[in-house]
């Protein structure tokens, strides 16, 4: 009773601890705080039925809503509270993996857990994403469970393998509908436990293909296949809400062009390895000094020494870490985008794993040399307060509760805006922030907002329901001025253009 007890001590205190933390930081309402403009347009689309932006998120999208519905501030403030609950379950995960990774002593393997959780959790850009609108604590929990789900080994008994394959192929298919980077996951994914007889994959020459192919465990994969598709049906939500007469509607996916369009995330695809090469290497200088920001440099140390010498336990994660650290920075570096470094939020967690192995086999080592039993507590302490002191000097950075730029531009917006108005927007910032306070607030219905996205047609399209009102010239693809031009003559409105960092933010003309 006593050792079951134990079990749930740092699980508990992990659970307290970031949950307190990340409650004091998160942002009371729509922010701007932390990278966080692309908040409006989830929640909006959420609560609204709509689509959000490329890639669509029908999986994120789904969920939001669930909890939108819960009954405690905001509707912004409910949707922050997802990233904020997500983020201490993909903490509880870590640690749990660290525990059952590590092959010493189960109070050091429990401790070592701990930690490894609680510095994942405090990490800077996790942490930031946590108290936020955002998809990426989501997807951070989605990779944690796929690694958890992984029949590596003898750690799963035979009778249950089906049932991992089944959960695990349900469970990618849903993290599909979330964010699509997690198809990074996918090659190890299928490799892991699918020989039979538990066979390495390392082990086998890979000259000898008739001999690898016997061996594949082909139900297993098929199983997992199946299942990962059942997963993807989340996806025949789109057109669905496509159809709903949501003013949040990118793509008009009704049709197969729109939905190609938007979840292979061919507004962005240009940027995909197309960084400048003059920026390659400063960027590369910058991901070095991002991972040094999230743990410190104990940490970097920390962890560098858990991957070169884990137990022989945990040596069976590393190849499939290490795939997963490697591509995410490959993306996440030739990524054209001022943003990017937030898809290294996986590559920090497989990393928050190593630090954790590296915790457990130093304390394993202090354990052995300890013959007065006051080392090792020493040494225990010693790595919570590495954690801690990053903590300290990060807090002011992530910190989101007191951001209130996006409601003091939205409500100045709502005030001073002329009856009528057409305002144009330049930015994701003012843009997204008006989209909440129009369409999922209902404030200033005579108002209409657009984007700097009027010269594609399926937005014109929207539009064109939204406001049924207004002249929507069928002129300007490809031309956004083109297309501005037209609706400003075809319709006796005042125009406004916002400028959301400036002392005017409204700036209209009659």
């Given at each position: 009773?006593?050792?079951?007890?134990?079990?749930?001590?740092?699980?508990?205190?992990?659970?307290?601890?970031?949950?307190?933390?990340?409650?004091?930081?998160?942002?009371?309402?729509?922010?701007?705080?932390?990278?966080?403009?692309?908040?409006?347009?989830?929640?909006?689309?959420?609560?609204?039925?709509?689509?959000?932006?490329?890639?669509?998120?029908?999986?994120?999208?789904?969920?939001?809503?669930?909890?939108?519905?819960?009954?405690?501030?905001?509707?912004?403030?409910?949707?922050?509270?997802?990233?904020?609950?997500?983020?201490?379950?993909?903490?509880?995960?870590?640690?749990?993996?660290?525990?059952?990774?590590?092959?010493?002593?189960?109070?050091?393997?429990?401790?070592?857990?701990?930690?490894?959780?609680?510095?994942?959790?405090?990490?800077?850009?996790?942490?930031?994403?946590?108290?936020?609108?955002?998809?990426?604590?989501?997807?951070?929990?989605?990779?944690?469970?796929?690694?958890?789900?992984?029949?590596?080994?003898?750690?799963?008994?035979?009778?249950?393998?089906?049932?991992?394959?089944?959960?695990?192929?349900?469970?990618?298919?849903?993290?599909?509908?979330?964010?699509?980077?997690?198809?990074?996951?996918?090659?190890?994914?299928?490799?892991?436990?699918?020989?039979?007889?538990?066979?390495?994959?390392p082990r086998i020459r890979w000259d000898q293909m008739r001999s690898l192919i016997a061996a594949l465990n082909w139900h297993s994969l098929v199983r997992r296949g199946g299942w990962l598709l059942l997963g993807l049906v989340i996806y025949i939500t789109i057109p669905l809400r496509a159809r709903s007469g949501s003013p949040v509607n990118w793509g008009h996916a009704v049709d197969w062009a729109g939905f190609r369009w938007l979840i292979s995330g061919g507004f962005y695809q240009e940027r995909v390895f197309h960084l400048p090469l003059e920026y390659l290497w400063p960027r590369i200088r910058n991901w070095a000094g991002w991972l040094q920001t999230q743990y410190g440099v104990i940490g970097l140390a920390l962890g560098f020494y858990g991957l070169l010498y884990g137990s022989p336990r945990a040596k069976r994660y590393y190849w499939i870490t290490g795939w997963i650290f490697l591509m995410y920075s490959i993306f996440s570096v030739g990524y054209d985008s001022s943003d990017s470094y937030a898809l290294l939020i996986p590559a920090y967690l497989v990393f928050a794993l190593w630090l954790g192995l590296g915790v457990g086999n130093l304390l394993d080592e202090i354990n052995r040399l300890d013959h007065k039993n006051w080392l090792l507590p020493l040494a225990g302490v010693l790595t919570l307060g590495v954690v801690l002191f990053n903590t300290r000097l990060l807090y002011p950075q992530v910190d989101a509760s007191q951001d209130t730029r996006a409601e003091v531009f939205a409500q100045a917006v709502m005030e001073n805006a002329p009856p009528g108005a057409i305002i144009f927007n330049n930015d994701d910032e003012d843009i997204f922030a008006l989209r909440y306070y129009t369409y999922a607030l209902g404030q200033r219905p005579d108002i209409a907002v657009f984007s700097g996205a009027l010269q594609y047609g399926w937005y014109r399209e929207v539009m064109r329901a939204t406001y049924p009102d207004l002249i929507i010239p069928g002129v300007g693809d490809d031309c956004f001025t083109c297309a501005r031009s037209a609706l400003i003559a075809a319709n006796d409105r005042p125009i406004c253009e916002t400028f959301p960092y400036d002392d005017e933010v409204l700036v209209c003309q009659p």
């Open positions: 009773m006593k050792r079951n007890i134990q079990r749930f001590i740092f699980p508990l205190l992990l659970l307290t601890s970031l949950s307190v933390i990340y409650a004091s930081t998160i942002a009371p309402g729509l922010t701007w705080a932390n990278r966080g403009a692309d908040g409006g347009d989830f929640i909006t689309a959420a609560a609204t039925g709509g689509v959000a932006h490329p890639t669509g998120y029908p999986t994120y999208l789904a969920l939001a809503r669930l909890f939108q519905m819960i009954p405690v501030g905001n509707l912004a403030f409910r949707t922050n509270l997802m990233s904020a609950f997500f983020a201490v379950l993909t903490a509880l995960i870590v640690a749990d993996l660290v525990r059952r990774s590590f092959t010493g002593s189960e109070k050091i393997a429990r401790w070592s857990g701990f930690i490894a959780g609680l510095a994942f959790g405090l990490s800077q850009l996790f942490w930031s994403q946590a108290v936020i609108t955002e998809v990426y604590t989501l997807n951070a929990f989605f990779a944690a469970l796929i690694l958890r789900l992984m029949p590596i080994g003898s750690e799963h008994s035979p009778r249950w393998r089906p049932w991992l394959d089944r959960l695990g192929g349900l469970v990618f298919g849903l993290a599909l509908g979330n964010q699509i980077t997690i198809l990074f996951l996918l090659p190890v994914w299928l490799l892991v436990g699918i020989l039979k007889n538990d066979v390495e994959l």
